[in-house]
């Protein structure tokens, strides 16, 4: 793979997120019933940093989990042999909840509904939102984000790496040029 193009520097990052926060808290009429709920790996500090914005805007801190959605991928038998299930944390109720779902990229769709699937689980939410960092296209399910950072179109030669801290050591976006 190789580096095509740097699409967001750490501070259109944070600029990114803040921008989502103001928009969760106008959609929902403020943080009351919020919930965060980020798709391991990187959409767990993406919903983190998140709920930390918006208690900031509004002085009310929202909830937040980390959602595994490796058992509910439509694919699991092609990303690995024994593929690594990571911990689901929701230490709330999600029934009556206002949930957004957070996620670095969205692509085809199937993340998302994998998510879905986990969240419908666990109860029964007032409404489940769709927040994402980068929306590259190429859906193959009817799924669409309510909250996008940054909208890339791509090829399929194309991948998205999103880098955020503490998972990277740096927030950055990039796009890189499968090699042929």
């Known amino acids: 793979m190789r580096l095509k193009a740097r699409l967001l520097n750490e501070q259109e990052v944070?600029?990114?997120?803040?921008?989502?926060?103001?928009?969760?808290?106008?959609?929902?009429?403020?943080?009351?019933?919020?919930?965060?709920?980020?798709?391991?790996?990187?959409?767990?500090?993406?919903?983190?940093?998140?709920?930390?914005?918006?208690?900031?805007?509004?002085g009310i801190t929202p909830d937040v989990g980390k959602l595994d959605i490796t058992l509910y991928r439509d694919d699991l038998t092609e990303i690995a042999l024994q593929p690594v299930v990571k911990k689901t944390e929701v230490p709330f109720d999600v029934h009556g909840?206002?949930?957004?779902?957070?996620?670095?990229?969205?692509?085809?769709?199937?993340?998302?509904?994998?998510?879905?699937?986990?969240?419908?689980?666990?109860?029964?939410?007032?409404?489940?939102?769709?927040?994402v960092l980068v929306d590259r296209g190429h859906r193959e399910l009817p799924i669409r984000a309510d909250y996008v950072g940054k909208n890339v179109p791509t090829s399929h030669h194309e991948v998205?790496?999103?880098?955020?801290?503490?998972?990277?050591?740096?927030?950055a976006v990039e796009l890189h040029e499968l090699e042929a």
Do not use: S, W
Request: aromatic share 4%.
């Open 14 to 58: 944070d600029r990114a997120l803040r921008r989502i926060a103001h928009e969760i808290i106008e959609r929902n009429k403020g943080a009351a019933d919020l919930a965060l709920v980020g798709v391991h790996t990187r959409g767990v500090p993406i919903a983190e940093r998140l709920a930390a914005l918006i208690a900031e805007f509004e």
């Open 160 to 171: 998205v790496k999103v880098k955020i801290t503490p998972v990277d050591d740096v927030d």
């Open 97 to 131: 909840k206002r949930i957004v779902l957070c996620d670095d990229v969205l692509f085809t769709g199937r993340t998302a509904r994998a998510a879905l699937d986990a969240l419908i689980d666990m109860g029964r939410p007032a409404v489940i939102q769709y927040a």
